[in-house]
């Protein structure tokens, strides 16, 4: 089970922490990521980390968002600064362990305002 917190209401230019911390080990998860959903728009990815920690950010976010892992504290985490309004939406985080053991938190609101 994952728990995703820290999102909120900042000004465009601002930075959020978003925390997701898993009821497992995430050290056994092959891939975490985060991942958004904006109004009228299709779930997208915001960023990912392997096991090995190695990172994968879309364009939209690259240079302003960090993705990283606590496996000791089984938390993942997001750091998002820059904040544009278009980064606003529900923020996903997940793990997969593998193609049957795949889970989803529940999703922290982020608003960013111009």
């Known amino acids: 089970q994952l728990q995703a917190s820290g999102g909120g209401l900042v000004q465009a230019g601002g930075s959020l922490r978003l925390s997701c911390t898993a009821s497992?080990?995430?050290?056994?998860?092959?891939?975490m990521g985060w991942y958004r959903q904006s109004p009228g728009k299709q779930r997208e990815l915001v960023a990912i980390?392997?096991?090995?920690?190695?990172?994968t950010y879309p364009d939209s976010v690259r240079g302003r968002f960090t993705i990283a892992r606590d496996n000791a504290k089984n938390t993942m985490y997001l750091q998002m600064n820059s904040l544009k309004p278009e980064d606003t939406g529900v923020y996903y985080c997940?793990?997969?362990?593998?193609?049957?053991?795949?889970?989803w938190g529940q999703g922290t609101q982020v608003t960013v305002s111009s």
């Open positions: 980390i392997s096991r090995g920690g190695s990172t």
């Open positions: 497992g080990k995430i050290s056994n998860a092959s891939t």
């Open positions: 997940r793990a997969l362990y593998s193609l049957d053991i795949d889970y």
